[in-house]
């Protein structure tokens, strides 16, 4: 099965927000902030979506709460999505995540 993770990973307690450039003409380039002059966007959150590995859903429940330990997310929705889209909210939603409680079947 091809599972995805959706998650928001929120600014470190030493940081306010994230920086990073937006530069239509070189996408998927990583260059540092002082080296651009591209437009710098600011956020406090990022949103991600993630695939998972798992043949079962237990198996993906496990291999998404362990990226969750290891990110700043506090809450995360696994959806089962066949067509690999990247965009969210796309594909059936079977659990979702919320620290301190644990998975809750959708």
């Avoid at 362990?66 to 796309?90: C, F, K, M």
């Amino acid at each position: 099965m091809t599972y995805f993770l959706e998650y928001t990973v929120t600014a470190g307690p030493d940081n306010a927000e994230f920086e990073f450039p937006y530069d239509e003409i070189r996408t998927g380039n990583t260059i540092p902030l002082s080296e651009t002059d591209a437009e710098i966007v600011h956020t406090p959150e990022l949103q991600a979506r993630t695939g998972i590995v798992g043949a079962t859903v237990p198996e993906a429940k496990l291999e998404a709460e362990q990226l969750i330990i290891h990110s700043r997310a506090t809450q995360a929705s696994l959806y089962e999505d066949p067509s690999n889209s990247l965009q969210s909210g796309i594909g059936r939603l079977v659990a979702t995540f919320v620290e301190g409680s644990g998975w809750q079947d959708a």
